[in-house]
């Protein structure tokens, strides 16, 4: 499945992103994978509890990209498109990472990072900005309680690889 992603900066034109998915050698090597347990690999990916993962972002296409992208790598996804429905996700689920807009109305990403890191249960999970700002917001990121920081538009492998590092 190839997802797309318009975003449209004021005094920049649209910026079309096109993002294809990913199979990982094991999923190319059916042989290699059943020869590690009577289980085939497919049957322990299933049967592996998921990592949990939270996506916010209050643009519904970008929320629905990067749900995509982390379901296809293997992870459960919640969305939510504001930081209050965030914090009220965060309060009934456990999260394992958290990926989130900074640029939101109302409650922006650094105040969520802030309140998250205030919770008991989310002092130390692995929270990864993503933004359209410039990179120099990147120091504030990092002093919200944010772990790491994306600008967009994202590469998907990117973002893969930062969150799997960030877990391991």
């Known amino acids: 499945m190839i997802v797309s992603s318009t ?4 005094g920049d034109g649209p910026v079309r992103s096109l993002f294809f ?6 999923a190319q090597n059916p042989q290699a994978s059943s020869k590690q347990s ?18 916010v972002d209050d643009a519904p296409d ?27 996700a965060a309060r009934d689920n456990q999260f394992d990472v958290m990926v989130s807009d900074i640029g939101m109305p109302g409650m922006n990403g650094y105040e969520l990072a802030e309140t998250l890191r205030r919770m008991p249960d989310y002092e130390t999970v692995p929270m990864v900005a993503v933004t359209g700002f410039s990179i120099y917001d990147r120091e504030r990121a ?11 538009p994202i590469n998907p492998q990117d973002l893969i690889n930062l969150v799997e590092r960030l877990l391991s």
Do not use: N
């Open 7 to 10: 975003t449209v900066q004021p």
């Open 21 to 26: 998915p990913i199979r990982h050698a094991s």
């Open 38 to 55: 009577p289980l085939g690999a497919d049957e322990q990916a299933r049967s592996a509890p998921k990592p949990r993962a939270l996506v």
């Open 62 to 88: 970008v929320t629905e990209m990067l749900a995509i992208l982390l379901q296809y790598a293997g992870y459960e996804v919640v969305t939510a498109f504001s930081a209050p429905q965030a914090l009220a």
């Open 142 to 152: 990092l002093q919200s309680g944010f772990d790491a920081f994306l600008t967009k």
